[in-house]
């Protein structure tokens, strides 16, 4: 079968000389737009998220940029209303808990998640905290910090090891120190710990937990979410007095931040 070949035009002087207009006015090196790049997603594969993002994913910081989506504004607060926490903690608190539901408090704040949208999350904490505790979590919004989930350990019938392996951040679990009859600083509402999965507790002898946690024990690693010795999410943590697992010596809680240092 032959192919009909089609005549041959010449291009009208006119759109070439538009052409050309075009091109000139093109700048030298075209790139995509770069503001994704910056996006707290980081260089980490996007992980599942849970809840539903509440804003369409944008670049924080840039709001002055020609072009740029205005950066999402921070929204939190601790909620009020006595049922608020009862009602939510019917896993992670029993009677014989060192504090009861009327001192702890709510708090429902807006998060970057590691898919760079914002995600609207919970978390519980004693209530002489809650206010700096929001404070602080606006800094790390500010700041831009993912959080991947941002759960009531209730989600996961306030099992540690399920919340942590689902590299999920929680406050309150009225629960014991791993392999003692303590009180965790957690049973208090003082203790958070931040995406587990990605700062894994690090015992002397080198057990990681969570396990799945592994790969992020290594701690020269860059990840979104990994969180590093005088970096913006402990210092905002520090400007509210509490203090990091990742500065004790021996084992290492890497996710872990209290009121009380232990
Ligand atoms: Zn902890």
Known sequence: MTR??????????????AALAVVSCSPANPE?????????????APGPADGTAVKAGSTPGVGS?????AAPRFRGSVVA????????????????????PVELRLLRVDHWGLDGRVHRG???????????????LEKLFK?????????????????????MAANNTSGFNCRRVSGSSRWSEHAFGRAIDLNPLRNPYV?????????AG????DRARRAAGMIHGGDAVVRAFAAAGWRWGGYWSGSRDYQHFSASGR
């Open 4 to 17: 009909t070949v089609a005549p041959r035009r010449t291009l009208p002087l006119f759109l070439l000389v």
């Open 32 to 44: 995509p737009d770069r503001s994704t790049a910056a996006t707290p997603g980081g260089t980490a």
């Open 65 to 69: 940029t020609p072009g740029v989506q």
């Open 81 to 100: 209303g006595r049922g608020a926490v009862r009602e939510r903690v019917r896993y992670s608190w029993r009677r014989g808990c060192p504090v009861g």
């Open 122 to 136: 919970e978390l519980i904490v004693h209530r002489d905290h809650a206010r700096r505790i929001l404070v602080v």
């Open 143 to 163: 700041a831009s910090y993912p959080i991947q989930r941002l759960r009531l350990v209730d989600a996961y019938r306030a099992d540690d090891d399920r919340s």
């Open 203 to 211: 015992t002397r002898g080198g057990r990681v937990s969570p396990p």
């Open 214 to 217: 592994r790969p992020y024990a």
